[in-house]
């Protein structure tokens, strides 16, 4: 599975999008991107995932480039609630194995 | 409504101590199930998966073992802990075949090793 780069850390204003980035620049054609998150002490939480389209649901919205490369979690309103650690993960179709790193340390700010 | 559930939520065993975490699951049939271990500020390390009863892949040599006695229930031991078991366990179900499933996660058991 290829191998995902995410930064340590962010803030973001309650309200404000939050836009977290991830690149995934050794990607192949049969992998897909989940995003996850986790709320201190407890166990991750699923929130998207793509493969080459854009994808939106109740939580989020996942935009992947054209090249899939690169890929960008939005959070369109963030809430004190949305402080976790979110992971970006790269994984191929029917694989039983995530590789979690260790995400980007999302901090919303009153 | 799917469901899954670990127990206990906590737990402080001794060095060279056995253990025992059960993880079960409710509201689907033949799940792929999984558990990982998260140390302290650390990501999640993948130990054990199984697609059925009794079929069981270790991903990291170690002196754990799973074991998976019914269609639903996944359990996670050890003969003798060392005090690198130390970590937090979480337990994950995904839907059963061949595709792209995500995984949900059970609330975790926090093992401290003294």
């Known amino acids: 599975d290829a191998k995902t780069t995410q930064p340590p850390s962010m803030d973001c204003a309650e309200g404000r999008a939050a836009n977290l980035p991830c690149n995934h620049s050794?990607?192949?054609?049969?992998?897909?991107v989940y995003w996850y998150r986790q709320i201190h002490s407890q166990g991750p939480q699923y929130i998207i995932h793509g493969l080459k389209n854009n994808e939106t649901n109740e939580m989020a919205s996942l935009i992947i480039t054209e090249d899939r490369k690169s890929s960008t979690l939005i959070l369109p309103h963030a809430t004190l609630r949305d402080t976790a650690v979110y992971y970006c993960i790269a994984a191929a179709s029917g694989t039983y194995k995530y590789i979690f790193g260790t995400g980007t340390r999302l901090k919303v700010l009153a | 409504s799917q469901t899954i559930h670990q127990w206990p939520a906590t737990l402080v065993q001794p060095v060279g101590s056995p253990l025992s975490l059960e993880c079960t699951v409710e509201g689907t049939s033949n799940p792929n199930l999984y558990w990982y271990r998260q140390a302290a500020g650390r990501g999640l390390q993948l130990l054990f998966y199984s697609v059925g009863i009794g079929q069981i892949s270790s991903e990291v040599p170690q002196n754990l073992s799973a074991s998976r006695p019914q269609d639903r229930q996944f359990i996670l031991s050890s003969k003798k802990l060392l005090l690198s078991d130390s970590g937090f366990y979480l337990c994950a179900w995904s839907p059963q075949g061949y595709g792209s499933y995500e995984q949900y996660f059970g609330p975790g058991t926090r093992l401290t090793v003294t």
């Open positions: 050794t990607i192949s054609g049969n992998e897909y």
